[in-house]
Structure formats: C-alpha cells, structure tokens
C-alpha cells in the first residue's frame, strides 16, 4: 500500500464545503470518486483542514492509501481527467506511510480578499467580499498586530458542533492594499471554525469606524464572540499553503 500526499486547488463556489455529506456535493465526495475511476479501488482522502461551503483553495493538501501502481507524478493527470473543470490535482507525490495531512500539518495560511469598491463586478464579488467603504488600512494593520501570538481566540469562535480548547498561535498576519483589492494574510498553527472570516468582519469594522482603535485587544480578552465584528462571507476565503 502506498500513501500520497496531493496538492489541490479548488473554486468552492458550488460545492458543500470539503468533508463528505449525506445531502449536497462535497470537493472531497469529488476526489474520491475521481480517484476511484483512476485506481480501480475506493480510498479515503483526508485533508489538512475541511473548508467550509463557499472556501476556496489554491494550496489545500489532502492524502490517501491506495495499492495503484500509476506513478505519483502522473496521478495529476490520470485523476484530473475524471475531476470537474473547478478541482484540479497540481501536485502529487509519495511519502511514508506515517504521514497525515492534518496531524502533521505545522501551520496553514489563509487570504481573505475584499473588493474595497461602491461599484459592483460581478466577477471580482464571485472571489471576494465587496466592501463599499473607505478603510483605513493603516489602522486595520495596526489592530491586526494585537492577534499575533499564542492567545485564547474564543471571542472568533463560531458555535463548534465539540469542545476542543480556543487557544492558537497566530505566526503572522498582513493586510495590503492594491487598488480596489485588500488582502488579508492570516498564518496560525491552527484554525478555529470561521476564525479567519470573524477576524475579517472585525478588521473591517476597525477600518470603517465602527469599532474605536484597540478594540481588537480588548475583544480578545473578552472572550465572547458578541464583541467582536461579523462574519465575512465566504467566497473571499482562500486556503493558500499548508506547511509541514
């Protein structure tokens, strides 16, 4: 048996979020059955992390056991051909059966995209959040240097389906600005469920006024999810590297 560790990218516009569900299309239902058609043999593919309906992925990492014999850098193609046009394989390689895309994971890295724009378009709003304000992005930077560190991030929490401890370890975070385009950088050991996207909602409302500066200090340590910003919907959401 042999273990393969994949790089993936998807557009999770159509799709129920990655894990597997009884009702609704899942990116990993999609790979598993391409994969199947390629290998003649059914295998179960575990991810780094399971985004959410909506979330993208330009660098998602995912690996399965399987006895085929198609060489790993030809797995790419033969499984591609079987995939819809918005998942694509961009990477295969085999690695030791010890391994697991999520439990070895070090740290992962999100970008969160807005469309800072009064105007729509209906193909930059498909990939990110429009966002019709003025943002002070200096300030936005300046509150996004409160996250860094290995705090209790309870107060981004969204209601989780099991206990499991809000404390993470945020390795970097970066906003820029290019035009009409803001991109927030989000680096962390690990993610709580929407974290990204509620640090994203209170940023902007640091940006827009709404919230007074120091504010994201003081929402940490309240640890209560009523004080800090919105959720930011999901299409701006991308899950760009995982490292190991």
Not at 23 to 39: D, F, H, M, S, Y
Request: charged residues 30%; contains cysteine; hydrophobic residues 35%.
């Amino acid at each position: 048996m042999r273990t393969i560790k994949l790089t993936i990218a998807y557009d999770g516009t159509r799709y129920n979020g990655w894990q597997v569900q009884k009702n609704g299309n899942t990116v990993q239902a999609e790979l598993e059955r391409a994969i199947e058609k390629a290998a003649k043999r059914r295998s179960r593919v575990h991810a780094a992390g399971r985004t959410d309906a909506g979330v993208h992925a330009k660098g998602q990492v995912a690996h399965y056991t399987g006895s085929s014999d198609i060489p790993s850098g030809k797995i790419p193609v033969a499984v591609n051909t079987f995939l819809p046009r918005d998942i694509a394989i961009l990477k295969a390689e085999e690695v030791s059966s010890g391994f697991h895309s999520q439990y070895d994971a070090k740290s992962k890295l999100y970008s969160y995209y807005i469309f800072n724009s009064r105007r729509r378009d209906p193909f930059r709003e498909r990939y990110s959040w429009r966002v019709p304000y003025e943002l002070d992005i200096p300030l936005m930077r300046r509150e996004a240097g409160m996250l860094l560190g290995r705090q209790d991030f309870k107060c981004f929490q969204a209601r989780d389906k099991r206990e499991r401890t809000s404390v993470r370890d945020i390795l970097s975070v970066g906003i820029k600005r290019k035009g009409t385009t803001v991109r927030i950088d989000i680096e962390a050991d690990g993610f709580l469920y929407n974290m990204v996207r509620n640090i994203t909602g209170t940023l902007v409302d640091s940006g827009r006024g709404y919230l007074p500066e120091g504010s994201v200090e003081e929402i940490i340590g309240s640890k209560d999810r009523t004080k800090a910003g919105p959720t930011a919907p999901p299409q701006g959401l991308f899950l760009m590297k995982v490292r190991y």
